[in-house]
């Protein structure tokens, strides 16, 4: 199984960029299509990016859309999420999760699509 680890979360501005990372262990990395969650207080789990195993698709959710981008780089065993124009509705703690999956098309979108999850980063945007 694969464990993850995110960082790179902080407190900035409106307006302003983050990166997210989420680094994978103990498991074949690129064997494994990849996702971003959010949650923030009260509220439930929310969907902010998928990418597949390659990183040949990416979807995103759609109050991200234009501002937030996926990437991942499986030499280094590791997924980004370039947040830009970051607004004060971002804030939420932000989770990786993973699944095992070597699709080419197919992006998972709901929690329980995915098996394993990180420990999550807080994200503060100050208005």
């Known amino acids: 199984q694969v464990q993850l680890v995110e960082s790179g979360g902080g407190l900035v501005q409106a307006g302003g960029s983050l990166r997210l990372s989420c680094a994978a262990s103990?498991?074949?990395?690129?064997?494994?299509?990849m996702g971003w969650f959010r949650q923030a207080p009260g509220k439930e789990r929310e969907f902010v990016a998928g990418?597949?195993?390659?990183?040949?698709?990416?979807y995103y959710g759609d109050s991200v859309k234009g501002r937030f981008t996926i990437s991942r780089d499986n030499a280094k065993n590791t997924m980004y999420l370039q947040m830009n124009s970051l607004k004060p509705e971002d804030t939420a703690v932000y989770y990786c999760?993973?699944?095992?999956?070597?699709?080419?098309?197919?992006?998972?979108?709901?929690?329980?699509?995915?098996?394993?999850w990180g420990q999550g980063t807080q994200v503060t945007v100050s208005s």
């Open positions: 999760a993973a699944v095992r999956s070597m699709s080419f098309v197919w992006v998972a979108v709901r929690t329980d699509e995915y098996d394993y």
């Open positions: 103990g498991s074949i990395f690129s064997t494994y299509a």
């Open positions: 990418i597949t195993w390659n990183g040949g698709k990416t």
